[in-house]
């Protein structure tokens, strides 16, 4: 089974300021690793991907993560924070290797951006 | 915008009845996935609908189901409702089912979702 943590249900940060979002991850299996962000209102829109490639994985909007095997995580950053990037993150996590099954995902981290 | 349209985008019903919440895919995707999003939580997937058949369901009871139309599109139908089925739910296609290998199919564009509540 897979399964993915995310800490801290709601992070601030100052404009400008550096983001991280934390994700670790369990599972039996190599996994695939995804962050998605939900704007108010919005469904979920894709962030950025790890499919076993590279471990440090670039996405839109200035985000990054780097999967880190040996800690099980799969943390989100950013060098500097932005007002739009008000948003709540989702990490989600599926088996490798088997196509569009299910994910399954993190309980969200409304990130809040301080002017 | 991802092209995906869910309908209604929110609904009121009350316990015991049904309902039919309905997805229209991106144009070209053949796959229809649903998630039920509680309120505080993330995305719990319903189940999975590749070319009109059913590819997978998640941990939900026979009272939720689903179709898929020749068109790709889908719909979701909850009967009996319960208070606890009051949530967001999002339809989510792609263009396949995928395979072995990652490919372009790994992308899910999710729709804003219908919210249910159900008093």
């Known amino acids: 089974a897979q399964s993915v943590t995310q800490l801290g249900s709601h992070v601030s940060v100052s404009e400008g300021a550096l983001v991280l979002l934390r994700c670790n991850y369990s599972?039996?299996?190599?996994?695939?690793l995804f962050w998605y962000v939900q704007y108010p209102n919005q469904g979920l829109q894709l962030l950025l991907k790890?499919?076993?490639?590279?471990?440090l994985v670039k996405g839109i909007n200035g985000f990054e993560a780097e999967f880190k095997k040996s800690e099980t995580s799969f943390h989100l950053t950013k060098p500097s924070a932005h007002m739009s990037d008000a948003a709540e993150y989702f990490c989600?996590?599926?088996?490798?290797?088997?196509?569009?099954?299910?994910?399954?995902f993190g309980t969200g981290t409304r990130l809040t951006i301080i002017p | 915008e991802t092209g995906v349209t869910q309908s209604p985008t929110h609904l009121i019903k009350t316990r015991g009845q049904q309902v039919t919440l309905r997805c229209s895919s991106q144009?070209?995707?053949?796959?229809v996935s649903w998630y039920q999003q509680a309120l505080g939580q993330g995305p719990q997937f319903i189940f999975q609908?590749?070319?009109?058949?059913?590819?997978g369901r998640g941990n939900f009871p026979p009272r939720f189901s689903g179709l898929q139309f020749p068109n790709y599109s889908s719909e979701l139908n909850v009967n009996a409702l319960e208070l606890d089925d009051s949530a967001l739910y999002l339809c989510?296609?792609?263009?396949?089912?995928?395979?072995?290998?990652?490919?372009?199919?790994?992308?899910?564009?999710f729709g804003s979702g219908t919210q249910l509540s159900v008093l």
């Open positions: 790890y499919t076993s490639a590279a471990t």
């Open positions: 599972s039996s299996v190599p996994p695939y």
């Open positions: 144009s070209g995707h053949n796959t």
């Open positions: 989600a996590v599926r088996r490798a290797n088997f196509g569009n099954e299910k994910l399954t």
């Open positions: 989510a296609s792609s263009l396949g089912p995928g395979g072995l290998r990652p490919t372009s199919n790994e992308k899910l564009f």
């Open positions: 609908y590749y070319r009109e058949e059913e590819n």
